[in-house]
Each structure stands twice: as C-alpha cells, then as structure tokens.
C-alpha cells in the first residue's frame, strides 16, 4: 500500500454512523436529568455551549470548513 492510498474516510464514516448518535443520546439524557431537578438556567446555559460544540464538530466531519469559513467572512466584510 502506498502513502497515496492512505486516506480517512472509513474513520469518518464510523464516527458519523456511530459516535455521534451516542453523544448526542449522552447529551439529551444529562440534560433531561439536569432539567428534572429543576435548573432550568442550566440547561439553557449547557444547551447553548452544546449547540456551539455540535455546530463545529458538523463543520469538520463535512469538510466544508474553507467554504464556511469564506461565507462569514463574506458576511462581516460584504
């Protein structure tokens, strides 16, 4: 095999069929369980550090970083 066969998307298809359903069911039981004591602040306050999170971990799984990363540009500069 050569280094130009080597690449990783078997790796990256394992993660995305199954890593990334078991964090986010991890994610939704300990907020249930933190809303159910009644922190309702807290969930909101997790939620949104968890959107962010997931937000980027969506961009480098696809690969369309440059892409993005250009379109905000494009939104600050015009």
Not at 44 to 59: C, E, F, M, Q, T
């Amino acid at each position: 095999m050569l280094a130009q066969d080597l690449n990783t998307r078997g790796l990256q298809g394992w993660i995305q069929d199954n890593v990334i359903p078991l964090v986010l069911l991890g994610i939704a039981i300990i907020l249930l369980w933190i809303g159910g004591r009644g922190d309702n602040a807290g969930v909101a306050r997790r939620s949104v550090g968890l959107i962010v999170g997931l937000i980027a971990l969506g961009i480098a799984v696809s690969g369309n970083g440059p892409q993005i990363g250009t379109f905000l540009a494009k939104l600050i500069t015009g």
